[in-house]
């Protein structure tokens, strides 16, 4: 079975978490990193992080908005 939480995306305000969601795939992790960008991306200092948690733990970061 597919982890629940293995793709995270991330939304900060300055450096404040504004909001968060979680994905068993990919796909729509990815389709909801760009929807975010679209919906949230005029908040002042937005960042929309998307992330993989790995098998062993660690955090991988797959995409970002704005890049670093």
Do not use: C, H, N
Not at 49 to 66: C, I, S
Request: no cysteine; charged share 30%; net charge negative.
């Amino acid at each position: 079975m597919d982890d629940p939480e293995r793709y995270r995306l991330t939304l900060t305000s300055d450096s404040a978490v504004v909001m968060q969601g979680w994905w068993p795939d990919r796909a729509t992790g990815e389709r909801k990193f760009r929807s975010w960008i679209g919906s949230y991306g005029g908040i002042s200092e937005a960042r929309v992080v998307l992330t993989e948690m790995g098998d062993d733990g660690a955090e991988t970061v797959l995409e970002e908005w704005p890049a670093a």
